[in-house]
């Protein structure tokens, strides 16, 4: 009894860690996420799996409550059963499904927001796969890339800058990344016309690191220069110059 009793204790312990550990990223691995916008993703699969968890600890319960009803009780192998089965279904929803990594083929399509979010996704899988320099790179673009998102929103599909967007990151930045993933590893560091693969890759994604901030600027100049404009009224009605009001004075 005893010892059953400590291998359920157990099972429930283990069960819990599972979960836990799954929430701050697997036990294998826990990577940051690079932006908000695939930390949003991983938010919201996480919570489509702790969904499903409690759905099958319910039914399970359920079942048992209703057999118990039905049975004068269920006895202690049926508790015991119940409380194996909610740890099965606790490890197993906790794990599964997992999340997927957009295909390269996918990341272009769709909302040119949505794009931006899917190449969040995608970056962080190949991240692993890039030397130091190029992965700290990426790491900063998870910033650029959540701020580009921001004035993308509601800007037409068609607009010049959506278009130039959808060519720079779900077009040029995949295919560069492709490329230096097919280089055999122990080619990587040999210089090749003045500079090593390795080289290369950190080189070009600096330079549209720098085009994706330099884009962003572009679309928040309406923002910022409705932001002057308010600013300089407010400054002409209320600021030292202006008059004050017959109302205040009085009050005054």
Not at 60 to 67: F, M, Q, R, T
Not at 94 to 105: E, F, G, H, L, V
Not at 136 to 143: A, C, L, R, Y
Not at 206 to 214: V, Y
């Amino acid at each position: 009894m005893n010892d059953l009793t400590r291998d359920s204790d157990r099972i429930l312990s283990e069960s819990k860690a599972l979960v836990r550990d799954n929430r701050e990223g697997g036990r294998h691995r826990r990577a940051p996420s690079i932006g908000q916008g695939s930390a949003k993703a991983k938010r919201d699969h996480l919570m489509k799996k702790v969904r499903n968890l409690v759905i099958a600890v319910a039914v399970i319960w359920l079942g048992a409550g209703v057999a118990g009803a039905i049975f004068s009780g269920i006895g202690f192998w049926g508790v015991m059963a119940v409380v194996v089965a909610t740890a099965i279904a606790t490890a197993i929803f906790s794990s599964y499904p997992k999340i997927k990594t957009p295909k390269r083929a996918d990341i272009n399509k769709g909302n040119v927001q949505q794009m931006v979010g899917r190449t969040e996704l995608w970056l962080e899988a190949q991240r692993p796969a890039l030397p130091p320099p190029a992965a700290q790179i990426v790491d900063d673009m998870g910033v650029q890339l959540d701020a580009l998102g921001l004035q993308l929103e509601g800007l037409d599909q068609d607009h010049p800058k959506a278009r130039e967007v959808r060519s720079l990151v779900g077009e040029q930045l995949p295919q560069m990344i492709d490329s230096y993933q097919r280089i055999p590893a122990h080619l990587r560091k040999e210089e090749r016309a003045g500079a090593t693969p390795d080289q290369q890759l950190t080189d070009s994604l600096g330079k549209i690191s720098g085009e994706i901030d330099s884009i962003t600027r572009q679309l928040a100049e309406g923002s910022l220069d409705d932001l002057a404009i308010k600013h300089r009224y407010l400054d002409y009605k209320f600021g030292e110059g202006a008059q004050t009001s017959p109302q205040l004075e009085h009050k005054n």
